[in-house]
């Protein structure tokens, strides 16, 4: 069974940045693709971007593309994601989650628990 | 980008009806790469349908899903009071993933 542990809330001031992560206990982390979600309080899902660790390669939102680095650390089965010039906007909870494919269907199976970033001055 | 609208925006309904929710896309979405979530207060989303029409593990008969291009459902054929939640469908192109808006499903 996998589980997806995530870092705690975070408050942050507008203009600096945020760094959350997510730990795999319960399988090997390297051969999936993660995938970060934010959402806004009563809003809807909203994708940010994804890493295959082993292929080191990552995909970014348009809507976030220079703003975002999403990371991987193999040998602690841990992912990142740092959000930087943080505005009020990214006040949200933001949300990993694995990547699964399955013959020819791909999917999001497991997520993690969230993580609250607050961006206040 | 394809952008995934979803309708109705609320369904209300009472325990034992049917609920039927339609997602569309902007253009045509790979089957295999069509997948619907299930989110309550407070929780992660929880996958409900993957490739469009298979049930992941755990999840009762009542739900199903079909479609296919661009017009894809998620039926629920007998509504019962733990299926209030808001849904939604997700779809992966060219290495981007993207969301619908989601419908919220309420239970009289």
Redesign the interface.
């Known amino acids: 069974q996998v589980q997806l542990v995530q870092s705690g809330a975070e408050v942050k001031k507008p203009g600096s940045s945020v760094k959350v992560s997510c730990q795999a206990a319960g399988d090997t982390f390297s051969p999936y693709t993660f995938?970060w979600?934010r959402q806004a309080p009563g809003q809807?899902?909203?994708?940010v971007g994804?890493i295959s660790p082993r292929l080191r390669a990552t995909?970014y939102?348009?809507k976030f593309q220079g703003r975002v680095t999403i990371t991987a650390d193999e040998s602690t089965n841990t992912g990142y994601m740092e959000l930087r010039s943080l505005r009020s906007e990214d006040t949200a909870v933001y949300?990993c989650?694995r990547e699964w494919q399955?013959?020819?269907?791909?999917?999001?199976?497991y997520?993690?628990?969230?993580t609250l970033v607050t961006v206040s001055s | 980008?394809i952008v995934l609208t979803q309708s109705p925006g609320t369904l209300s309904l009472s325990p034992g009806e049917r609920a039927t929710l339609s997602c569309r896309a902007t253009q045509s979405v790979?089957s295999?790469?069509l997948?619907w979530?299930q989110?309550k207060p407070g929780q992660?989303?929880?996958?409900v349908i993957?490739?469009a029409y298979?049930r992941?593990t755990g999840i009762p008969d009542r739900f199903s899903g079909s479609g296919s291009g661009t017009d894809f459902t998620l039926t629920i054929s007998r509504l019962e009071p733990e299926d209030s939640a808001?849904y939604?469908c997700?779809q992966?192109d060219r290495?981007?993933?993207?969301?619908?808006?989601?419908t919220k499903v309420e239970i009289k």
């Open positions: 995938n979600v809807g899902l909203e994708w994804r995909t939102a348009q949300y989650a399955q013959l020819v269907s791909l999917f999001f199976d997520w993690g628990q969230g | 980008e790979s295999g790469y997948a979530y989110q992660a989303p929880r996958l993957y490739g298979k992941a808001v939604y997700q992966y290495s981007l993933w993207t969301f619908g808006q989601g």
